[in-house]
T-cell receptor, first 115, second 114 residues
Framework: GAGVSQSPRYKVAKRGQDVALRCDPI?????LFWYQQALGQGPEFLTY????????KSGLPSDRFFAERPEGSVSTLKIQRTQQEDSAVYLC?????????????FGQGTRLTVV | AQKVTQAQTEISVVEKEDVTLDCVYE???????LFWYKQPPSGELVFLIR??????QNEISGRYSWNFQKSTSSFNFTITASQVVDSAVYFC???????????FGTGTLLAVQP
């Protein structure tokens, strides 16, 4: 497809379960970002990659969160031992470069509900 | 630290009215960029406009216009002759000069009534 694709669109997890969220960026885009959006809030930065290198993971809320992009294209955000406070929409974005003025293209997000 | 504040939580207007969305930002960067994104019910964030810190010229693009004032750290966004399809959550965002990592405000829900 032409846009950023995320799967699954919806995920319900039992507390304590591990989940993996997938992001397919726009082909050729160097940069990939993950954001977390709680209900009624703006997206908050989690981490970003330039190709396969994870350059900033300062936004990951705990060591239960892990992201990878091994071949510089598809990325996976993994959450271990999910907790109720992890319930949110996880947005992925990609852009052709990391310049400050470059717009990011967002996917539709994965809505994670932890019960 | 960087911060974006959108004081308006919800705005309701009638179709064809003009509406202005407010945004105030904080940053210590001398070079930075400001963005407006739209989030319709489908969920994806759609880029609308961008402004850099060294160009305060205000512009109009179709029904959209923006007013950037460094003196008050504000970047307000106006939709002229609003339409029902404009109903969405609008986010103001800030990036520093080094990367396009975005700091978002909390969003303004715009409801345009027919």
């Amino acid at each position: 497809g032409a846009g950023v694709s995320q799967s699954p669109r919806y995920k319900v997890a039992k507390r304590g379960q591990d989940v993996a969220l997938r992001c397919d960026p726009i082909s050729g885009h160097v940069s990939l970002f993950w954001y977390q959006q709680a209900l009624g809030q703006g997206p908050e930065f989690l981490t970003y990659f330039q190709n396969e290198a994870q350059l900033d993971k300062s936004g990951l809320p705990s060591d239960r969160f892990f992201a990878e992009r091994p071949e510089g294209s598809v990325s996976t955000l993994k959450i271990q031992r999910t907790q109720q406070e992890d319930s949110a929409v996880y947005l992925c974005a990609s852009s052709p470069d990391l310049r400050g003025d470059t717009e990011a293209f967002f996917g539709q997000g994965t809505r994670l509900t932890v019960v | 630290a960087q911060k974006v504040t959108q004081a308006q939580t919800e705005i309701s207007v009638v179709e064809k009215e003009d509406v202005t969305l407010d945004c105030v930002y904080e940053t210590r960067d001398t070079t930075y960029y400001l963005f407006w994104y739209k989030q319709p019910p489908s969920g994806e964030l759609v880029f609308l406009i961008r402004r850099n810190s060294f160009d305060e010229q205000n512009e109009i693009s179709g029904r959209y216009s923006w007013n950037f004032q460094k003196s008050t750290s504000s970047f307000n966004f106006t939709i002229t002759a609003s339409q029902v399809v404009d109903s969405a959550v609008y986010f103001c965002a800030l990036s520093g000069g080094a990367t396009n990592k975005l700091i978002f405000g909390t969003g303004t829900l715009l409801a345009v009534q027919p």
